[in-house]
């Protein structure tokens, strides 16, 4: 009894952790780890990675499952208490708003600060600045000036001055898409990449369709010297994805601070009304217009039902692409997973809520286009690498390790997989078993938990 006494005196208690996470499978991509471990989490962080016994107020049982960094997912366009619930089930534990942006920044963060599900950013979006700027009569996309007229010079200084301060209220990235915005010209848009340049910060780019549309972001890219992040290469590129992937890939070799991402599917959406729709349909024959989809029906669009939904508004689903090309694009290992999510008054993409257990599902167990260790650095590692220069604090996201934020999905690797559907877009995926955010559960054995907001604000700059 005095040894065990004088042994206890010596090492002290044993700690108790907030939460541990015991017997699954930790799979981290910054380490390599890939191993059965233990975790302890106290105060929203990882305290201890090991395979000694520990002990928490609160256990997870792991065993039989992987426990990963939580998903990073750099374009959601949906930024909505039901939005983040989506993601949080499909494992995504920070979700970003980098393509569309806002044009107000702080008043988008203020909105939030209460808290949410899951932690959430934005970027200064071109599109959005251009449609105050320009006195859009649009809400979602730019329908009018913001699309179909040229910036005057004074307009075009408005607009990059209103990036800058958008950048200085904490915006993690400058958002831009070049098919929304026809109307702007190489100086407009050299104006904004300049910004992106001298303030250090990546440009996130839909870029205009095909080998053209990525030469010229390159260029812009080039002259100014900014990094380019280029937005679902997957949609962009089209059949051309091989091609396009080898420019990025020599644009890199040369020096270019250049990145992409794709999301798993063969089908894009967006809104009927913008530049991009009504430019490529406005005059299509009917057998072109068939590859739009009305989600809301299932229908798919000729003449007649294109320019009367055209003048109510609302999403579409654009069927261009093949299985084949979204293959190429989510294996390469150029590619950062990122879903695109988009979602408007209860109808969205599949995307929405399937995307991060689809890659598990499909591209790394069904078809192994992916191993699972590629696939989750795609989903973690990835892109907060893509973010740390602007925004320090993503060093402690993407990663598993002590000291690092407490975001970590926990999923079944033998049945994780999407179920959501064109036409059911908001079923949720199955095998995606616990998501814990700032050590909170924000999902429990596959189902949400009701009444938690432990997201946090993701700001460029200096950590606040």
Do not use: C
């Not at 579409?316 to 090309?325: A, L, R, S």
Request: proline content about 5%.
């Amino acid at each position: 009894m005095i040894t065990a006494l004088l042994l206890v005196l010596q090492l002290g208690t044993p700690p108790v952790y907030d939460r541990v996470i015991l017997g699954g499978q930790v799979m981290d991509p910054a380490s390599n780890i890939d191993a059965v471990r233990n975790i302890g989490l106290s105060a929203g962080r990882i305290a201890v990675i090991t395979t000694q016994a520990i002990q928490g107020r609160d256990t997870v049982d792991a065993r039989g499952l992987v426990v990963t960094p939580g998903f990073i997912d750099l374009h959601a366009h949906g930024q909505t208490a039901e939005t983040y619930r989506f993601y949080a089930l499909d494992g995504v534990t920070t979700a970003l708003e980098l393509e569309l942006g806002t044009s107000d920044v702080a008043a988008w963060y203020r909105e939030r600060e209460a808290g949410e599900r899951i932690n959430y950013g934005v970027s200064v979006g071109h599109i959005k600045v251009r449609m105050a700027v320009m006195d859009d009569s649009g809400t979602w996309m730019p329908v009018s000036d913001g699309a179909y007229r040229a910036a005057s010079p004074a307009q075009i200084g408005e607009i990059a001055q209103r990036i800058e301060i958008g950048l200085r209220e904490g915006a993690v990235s400058i958002g831009a898409g070049f098919p929304y915005t026809p109307a702007a010209t190489r100086d407009e848009l050299l104006a904004v990449f300049r910004v992106a340049a001298t303030t250090k910060t990546p440009i996130h780019v839909h870029i205009r369709p095909g080998v053209a549309g990525l030469k010229d972001a390159l260029a812009l890219a080039g002259e100014t010297g900014a990094a380019l992040h280029v937005v679902h290469i997957n949609s962009a590129a089209l059949a051309e994805t091989p091609v396009m992937l080898k420019m990025i890939s020599d644009a890199r070799a040369h020096g270019g601070e250049v990145t992409t991402e794709a999301y798993p599917y063969d089908a894009g959406m967006t809104e009927i009304q913008s530049a991009t729709i009504q430019d490529t349909y406005e005059a299509a024959p009917d057998e072109r217009l068939a590859e739009l989809e009305w989600p809301r029906t299932g229908e798919r669009l000729n003449r007649e039902s294109f320019d009367r939904y055209s003048r109510t508004g609302g999403p579409v689903v654009v069927h261009t692409n093949t299985e084949q090309m979204v293959a190429l694009a989510i294996s390469s290992p150029l590619t950062i997973v990122a879903s695109d999510a988009y979602w408007q008054n209860g109808t969205g993409h599949p995307r929405t809520t399937g995307t991060y257990a689809r890659v598990l599902g499909r591209y790394v167990r069904e078809t192994h286009a992916l191993s699972l260790m590629d696939a989750i650095r795609k989903m973690t590692l990835m892109p907060a690498q893509r973010l740390s220069a602007r925004v320090p604090a993503m060093n402690q996201k993407g990663r598993l390790s002590v000291g690092a934020d407490a975001d970590i999905t926990i999923f079944d690797a033998a049945t994780v997989l999407d179920r959501s559907t064109y036409r059911e877009p908001s079923l949720p995926p199955v095998g995606i078993q616990h998501v814990i955010v700032n050590g909170v559960s924000v999902v429990a054995n596959g189902l949400a938990v009701d009444g938690v907001a432990p997201g946090k604000a993701v700001r460029g700059g200096a950590p606040r």
